[in-house]
């Protein structure tokens, strides 16, 4: 069974940054997609970036290229998503998600397991 742990996330203002880490445990078949799927109060859960571990090929919303950055970590399976220049529309709860395939259109579709959440708050 995997697991996917994840940290970082917080409270910054505008115009600041934010890493958050997502280690995932138990059986990784490489390579495996991990990314990060965002949700903000009242909207529908969207995806944010995906690292195709072992192929090294990323994805990025739209919204987020330029600012955000996906790469792996220093333990094995686990990626960093680095997050600059944050906006208040960047608010939310950022969850990790591994499995699945690689897409450039959307973050590992089909993946199978998520991890429990963690909030981000950007004030103006």
């Known amino acids: 069974q995997v697991q996917l742990v994840e940290s970082g996330g917080g409270s910054v203002q505008a115009g600041g940054s934010l890493r958050l880490s997502c280690a995932a445990s138990?059986?990784?078949?490489?390579?495996?997609?991990i990314g990060w799927f965002r949700q903000a109060p009242g909207k529908e859960r969207e995806g944010v970036a995906s690292?195709?571990?072992?192929?090294?090929?990323?994805y990025y919303h739209d919204s987020v290229k330029g600012r955000f950055t996906i790469a792996p970590g220093n333990a094995e399976n686990t990626v960093v998503l680095e997050m600059n220049s944050l906006k208040p529309e960047d608010t939310g709860i950022y969850y990790c998600?591994?499995?699945?395939?690689?897409?450039?259109?959307?973050?590992?579709?089909?993946?199978?397991?998520w991890g429990q959440g963690t909030q981000v708050t950007v004030s103006s």
């Open positions: 138990g059986i990784i078949v490489s390579p495996t997609c």
């Open positions: 998600t591994a499995g699945g395939a690689y897409s450039r259109k959307d973050v590992c579709p089909g993946s199978e397991y």
């Open positions: 690292l195709y571990l072992g192929m090294g090929w990323t």
